[in-house]
């Protein structure tokens, strides 16, 4: 059976640094840093109090109020950014067989403040168990595709991947492959996630997990830098929509970039922690690239998961070395997370965005915030520091790896 060849059409983006694609674009290659203090509660008495937010945004703007009270951040994030997305993609939606359209999104959490909410509630009363009753519809990770489907009436495969902060480059792959194996013209994709909570905040630090540097939060997250001191938590979505090519080809669609290939595999080794050596990541580069039909030296930019961890970023570099070999200072490596922060279950969908950008643009944006050397990392290794760098990029890989040892690695190619 010959696989049919893949496409992104749209892009749609809520980020800590841009409320759209164009706006997102500016913040990245502009290094702009999306951390500051906490707003949505009093985080005086937590270790960290700071976060990547939203800023400037009104869901009423977007959604229906009556709509979004049903709706938890995470799923509102994820309807404005599929709206935009299924926008710019330009798709005719009287004429679209909607059988072969699906919904695969990405959340790692789900609606963690709705579930606050109500248990806090409860808690505060007298005993009487009072719950909202869309407490469950609103929690749950599989309703935001759910809204999507149900606004737009796409009838294709409809679920969310869950594999903590790989869930959205999960939800990619299996679109990729739902689509390449003829079962659908059309996928919308991509993740979001709200999980600046309390619950969030507490539970991560907790885990000693996340950085405190509460006096300069804009250059808290540090990927590759020998000061960093843990991942900055950040909230968004990205959507994307991926076509079947000769679907794309026929309607005279748009083309950002195709999807050649994804990898998966898993470090078996720690609830939290990476495999030291990184044999996990290495081993879903490999697969990869072999699932693209590539060769290590054809890949000309990397963004990172690299989310300012102590462990976490070493290993990575590592990995990248021992794939890549000799050509890996050939490879322009970045880190987008030092300014968007971590978004979790959607951190894959807005940095696979990030990567077709660059090759859209030319332009590899920074790893800002990098003061110290770390003595661990290979000085060879260009990993765009402080400034965006021009190139012209035919291939980029995005990586991602979640809690529980979970690795996932997207490839995209520019199109002639």
């Excluded at 985080?43 to 869901?59: D, G």
């Excluded at 969030?200 to 540090?222: I, Q, Y």
């Excluded at 922060?341 to 030319?362: D, F, N, P, W, Y």
Aim: charged share 20%; net charge negative.
């Amino acid at each position: 059976m010959k696989l049919k060849r893949v496409v992104v059409t749209g892009l749609g983006a809520l980020t800590p640094i841009g409320n759209t694609i164009d706006e997102y674009w500016d913040g990245l290659v502009n290094g702009r840093s999306g951390a500051a203090p906490v707003t949505y509660f009093d985080a005086e008495k937590f270790k960290t109090q700071f976060a990547c937010e939203i800023k400037n945004f009104n869901v009423t703007d977007f959604i229906d109020r009556k709509l979004a009270r049903k709706m938890d951040k995470f799923s509102q994030y994820a309807m404005v950014a599929s709206d935009e997305a299924i926008a710019d993609s330009k798709l005719d939606l009287d004429t679209l067989n909607k059988y072969r359209v699906g919904v695969i999104w990405g959340a790692g959490i789900g609606g963690l403040e709705t579930f606050q909410e109500e248990v806090l509630n409860y808690a505060a009363g007298d005993g009487t168990p009072r719950f909202n009753p869309f407490f469950i519809p609103k929690m749950i990770a599989d309703i935001a595709p759910g809204n999507i489907s149900i606004k737009y009436g796409f009838m294709g495969p409809n679920y969310t991947t869950v594999s903590a902060c790989a869930s959205s480059a999960n939800s990619l792959i299996d679109a990729l492959n739902t689509i390449r194996l003829g079962h659908c013209d059309v996928i919308i994709t991509g993740g979001s996630e709200a999980a600046v909570t309390i619950a969030g905040m507490g539970g991560f630090n907790a885990m000693h997990a996340m950085s405190t540097r509460n006096d300069s939060p804009e250059t808290a997250s540090r990927p590759f830098d020998a000061n960093r001191d843990g991942f900055v938590l950040g909230e968004g979505a990205g959507a994307m929509i991926l076509e079947d090519y000769d679907h794309a080809k026929a309607r005279g669609a748009k083309i950002y970039a195709e999807v050649l290939g994804g990898g998966l595999s898993s470090d078996a080794y720690h609830m939290t922690a990476p495999h030291p050596d990184g044999i996990g990541v290495v081993a879903v580069m490999k697969n990869c690239l072999e699932n693209a039909g590539l060769n290590p030296e054809d890949v000309d930019h990397i963004n990172t998961h690299g989310t300012s961890t102590p462990l976490g970023d070493v290993a990575e570099l590592k990995a990248i070395s021992e794939v890549f070999g000799s050509h890996a200072k050939n490879i322009n490596i970045n880190s987008t997370k030092s300014m968007t922060g971590h978004l979790l279950g959607a951190a894959g969908a807005i940095e696979a965005i990030a990567s077709i950008l660059a090759m859209q643009h030319g332009i590899v944006p920074p790893t800002i915030n990098h003061e110290t050397v770390d003595e661990n990392i290979d000085p060879q290794l260009n990993l765009t520091l402080n400034k965006a760098q021009k190139r012209d990029i035919k291939v980029a890989m995005s990586n991602t790896f979640g809690f529980g040892g979970h690795n996932a690695c997207v490839l995209f190619k520019k199109l002639d």
